[in-house]
């Protein structure tokens, strides 16, 4: 029997494609009169973790997470990396540690400024407000971390995360992928030459699914696989759907016919109200589509597909007011991207569950642009007919 290991070390090319991505420079955009930053992930890496040490914060190790990790260990495979999540392995025994780490970033921020800036009159707070997409603080008996997010117009935004303990490090096998970056950064301050196969440093993966070759076997093949999803905030409902839409299968069909049950309960203990599940559901189309607007209306039509065939934790409005929500949603979708007429009421025949009765119909009233539903029926898989 093979031994199972969650840790690897990667091929040159993957550090090559690592190189690449932590050497280009991405921009941090300023809101209002404030100038964009120009920032290579390296660099302002590098500089926050020499900061924190500086200040008295040790970090154990800096690790490139999520889909860029994934997309430096398998090029091409069906999505492109977003966000460009970095974790610093930190202690935050007390608040004046979390508010010590937000001093460092912002202050980090200053050196990137152009020059002529008069760097001396900007303030924390004003950093913040310009270049800060998201700030995060979790601090409970089982979670202790913080999240300061760059923002990035084009959806890549630089995530630092700072974090002491957390029950649950990733979603799916193929997003469970964590790179160690101490031997890049390391070998960016102290080589002489520039990289190549015959001399680079030797860097390490670690996959928190657990054994490292199954998850790079589930990436390389587009496979789903999960463990105890019902552990997962929103139960992994929104990123499940998104793998789907991206021609991703599940590793078993009869397997996740029951996940799916755990990640639609967990979604909606989670997100109980239609208000809460709008927001949420927007807020990831927002953050996860950008350049891919074409694929919103697939995905919202996967996602309610779910919801209908595997939600059993909702009473029978609440699931109809869920589903006509989507509805809704898919919708606007094509209205916003111009691929359906310029006609004044369309109708939307659903078909209805089995325990309801046949065929309702919703009628939606279109002016410019905005979405009036007249009249909601019951059920799922969406036909528009125009007239």
Known sequence: MSEICSVSVLTWEQVSRLNDVLTEVVPVHGRGNFPTLEVQLN???ARVRSRLELSGI?????RLNGSTASHVLVQDIGWSYKDLDVIFRVDLPHEAEFRLIKDVVLGTLLDFLPEGVNKEKITPMTLKEAYVQKLVKVSTEQDRWSLISLSNNNGRNVELKFVDSIRRQFEFSVDSFQIVLDSMLSYYELAQAPMCQAFHPTVSGESMYGDFNTAL?????????????EEIRGGGLLKYCNLLVRDFQPASQEEFK???RYMCSRFFIDFPDIGEQQRKVEAYLQSHFIGEEKSKYEYLMILKRVVNE?????MGHERRQTLHLLSAMAFRVLAEQSTIPDASCVTCY???????HPWGIVVFSVTSGRIEPLHFCRKAAVVFSFF
């Open 43 to 45: 660099d302002i890496v």
């Open 58 to 62: 040790r970090v154990k190790d800096v």
């Open 217 to 229: 076997s589930h990436l390389r093949n587009k496979l789903i696989a999960t463990k105890r999803p």
């Open 258 to 260: 029951g996940l799916e």
């Open 310 to 314: 595997s939600t059993v934790c909702l």
């Open 350 to 356: 659903y078909q209805p569950a089995p325990y309801a």
